[in-house]
């Protein structure tokens, strides 16, 4: 029986971070004959990956003994943050694997951040672990700008605010001569963002209002006051001056300055004298109408003049008493109103009526005495 003797020999893996002879993990070593085959595995190290398989991993057992070295890249995670470290919230981590002393180039390529910009490119680490990427926030502004209330006419320059994307800002109003502030912006504090919307300060124009007669004159006992006012409009609050009413109230101009109103003087109309005094109450008495005596008619045929003159004076007589009673109750009736200037209706009717009856009287008589 022939017995046959092979040489011992050996074959060493050695795992290594790729381009280094630093260990990640212990060496292997299989024995085994000269001329015989040996297969080595590559180890699985956390934070670790394998850059490739040797060409040498199998092979035949060689008397000199033989080498496999496995070689890793380094794994790590990028980490955004700020200049002073601090981590950048709501960013997600991207991670790679590299050489160390290499730049970091994370699969996917570094994250995009709205508001900052990347200022950083580390190399990767020897160790697996984070890798810090420093962003810097972008430079954001804000607008301030001073108009006249409603409109967007400027009464001062505008101002312009700026400051790292994400910090406070906070503007003020400005102080114009002529122009009082209405009223804070709400956005007038506030954090500088993406986009930034303008602060608007709106002011109302003051002018100086000088009250003055149709003639130019000053009203007399009055001063100028200060009222707001709108551009294009009359002045809302015109001051009231008693004994005056307004008749001209001028528009605003673009800018603060005077404003004459023109105030006209009310005057009281005349009173007719019916205004003046007050109507008395009219009496209502009745008045009783005074009968006329009946005139006796005679039939004669020849009169001596003596007898003529005493017919006419009887006739006139006759007259007089039927008249005298009507004239007295008219008078009666017109002093009823004595300071009115008017007579009662009724006074009249009674004194035509005697007038009438003294007339017919008169008639008769005068047919009388021509018959």
């Known amino acids: 029986m022939k017995v046959v003797y092979r040489q011992n020999a050996s074959v060493t893996a050695n795992y290594y971070v790729v381009g280094t002879t630093n260990k990640i993990a212990n060496s292997a070593t299989t024995n085994g004959g000269v001329g015989l085959t040996y297969t080595t595995n590559a180890a699985q190290i956390p934070g670790y990956t394998l850059v490739a398989t040797p060409s040498n ?5 060689v008397a000199a003994g033989s080498t496999v070295n ?3 890249t380094v794994d790590y995670s990028v980490v955004p943050v700020d200049s002073n470290d601090n981590k950048i919230p709501n960013v997600p981590a991207p991670s790679g694997t590299g050489t160390p002393g290499q730049p970091v180039a994370p699969t996917g390529g570094y994250p995009t951040i709205p508001g900052y910009t990347r200022t950083t490119t580390p190399n990767v680490p020897d160790k697996p672990g984070q890798v810090n990427v420093v962003y810097t926030p972008l430079t954001e502004t804000v607008t301030v700008n001073y108009y006249i209330q409603g409109t967007t006419t400027p009464i001062a320059s505008s101002a312009t605010l700026s400051g790292p994307f994400g910090s406070d800002y906070q503007s003020t109003p400005a102080n114009v001569s002529g122009y009082k502030l209405v009223a804070t912006p709400a956005n007038a504090s ?3 963002g993406l986009t930034n919307g303008a602060v608007d300060y709106y002011y109302e124009l003051i002018v100086t209002v000088v009250p003055k007669t149709p003639d130019g004159k000053p009203v007399p006992g009055t001063t100028p006051t200060q009222q707001p006012g709108v551009p ?6 015109v ?3 008693p004994g005056y009413k307004v008749t001209v109230v001028p528009e605003v101009s673009g800018q603060p300055g005077v404003v004459e109103v023109i105030y006209t003087p009310m005057t009281t109309p005349e009173q007719t004298p019916n205004e003046q005094t007050p109507k008395q109450p009219v009496d209502t008495q009745t008045v009783t109408p005074v009968a006329a005596k009946p005139v006796p008619v005679r039939t004669v045929e020849q009169t001596t003049p003596a007898q003529q003159t005493t017919v006419k004076k009887t006739h006139v007589q006759l007259a007089t008493e039927v008249y005298a009673p009507a004239r007295v109750a008219a008078k009666s009736q017109a002093k009823v109103l004595p300071h009115t200037g008017q007579q009662s209706s009724f006074a009249l ?3 035509g009526l005697g007038m009438m009856a003294a007339g017919f009287i008169f008639l008769g008589v005068r047919k009388y005495r021509r018959s």
């Not at 991993?57 to 057992?61: I, K, N, Q």
């Not at 294009?232 to 609050?237: A, F, T």
């Open 57 to 61: 991993a199998t092979g035949t057992y």
């Open 70 to 72: 496995y070689e890793y």
């Open 190 to 192: 506030g954090m500088y």
């Open 232 to 237: 294009g409009q009359p002045i809302s609050n």
């Open 239 to 241: 001051p009231q001056i």
């Open 349 to 351: 009717v009674i004194a």
